[in-house]
């Protein structure tokens, strides 16, 4: 669609956008890219499936580079590192909030 067909010209697209005018003219020139690619598929979580399987080793204190190592080689499941590193920070993280005190009661309506 061009500017044309909305009835905006180039120079308010340039100012609405904060880019050139030029940048504008070779946006509009420029074929549509068809909607798959503009969006890329993510994999699938690899962690979901495998909490029953990490959340025992982390309750027994185990860090997460002890539980890739163990889940690698005692169930032979490959789990990328860093998502496991992210779980288990939110893991800990759950586990710190609920184990806290409110300093105060709630606030809002009651």
């Not at 890329?40 to 499936?49: D, S, W």
């Not at 002890?66 to 939110?90: G, M, N």
Request: charged share 25%; net charge positive; aromatic share 4%.
């Amino acid at each position: 669609m061009t500017s044309e067909n909305r009835g905006l010209s180039v120079r308010v697209l340039s100012e609405r956008h904060g880019v050139s005018r030029h940048t504008i003219r070779r946006a509009l020139d420029a074929p549509r890219l068809a909607e798959h690619e503009l969006t890329r598929r993510r994999p699938p979580p690899a962690i979901p499936p495998l909490k029953s399987l990490i959340d025992p080793l982390l309750d027994d204190g185990l860090n997460p580079k002890e539980i890739w190592v163990r889940v690698i080689d005692q169930h032979h499941i490959v789990v990328p590192f860093i998502p496991l590193t992210t779980y288990a920070k939110e893991w800990h993280a759950s586990r710190v909030r609920e184990t806290l005190p409110m300093p105060h009661p709630p606030l809002g309506p009651q």
